[in-house]
């Protein structure tokens, strides 16, 4: 089985920073794209970042200029860099990889972490 775990969270100051870390492990064959959703409360959930295996980067609108996604293949794993944090960043953040978990494989299968809080308040 496949298991993805985010660590970074807490709880910081409006203008602050974050680093969330995503590891997979387990079964894995090959990881594609990994990236990173959030989901406020009331609100539904939306994509915040993703990169593909070859480095291309996809971000929403709300958050460039101010985080940055990038991966360690070697340890299989995404990071979420986040920066000049907003009240409006506060969410819980699952990250998210399309894995395949074997060479005979037909599919890739998207796993998600269990997600981890970022709460940003003065």
């Known amino acids: 089985q496949v298991q993805l775990v985010e660590s970074g969270g807490g709880l910081v100051q409006p203008g602050g920073s974050l680093r969330l870390s995503c590891a997979a492990s387990?079964?894995?064959?090959?990881?594609?794209?990994m990236g990173w959703y959030r989901q406020a409360p009331g609100k539904q959930r939306e994509l915040v970042a993703d990169i593909t295996s070859g480095g291309s980067l996809n971000y929403a609108d709300s958050v460039k200029e101010r985080f940055t996604i990038s991966r360690d293949n070697a340890k299989n794993t995404v990071y979420l860099q986040m920066n000049s944090l907003k009240p409006d960043d506060t969410a819980v953040y699952h990250c998210?990889?399309?894995?395949?978990?074997?060479?005979?494989?037909?599919?890739?299968?998207?796993?998600w972490g269990q997600g981890t809080q970022v709460t940003v308040s003065s």
């Open positions: 998210n990889a399309d894995i395949r978990s074997s060479a005979s494989s037909r599919y890739f299968q998207r796993y």
């Open positions: 387990g079964s894995i064959f090959s990881i594609d794209a």
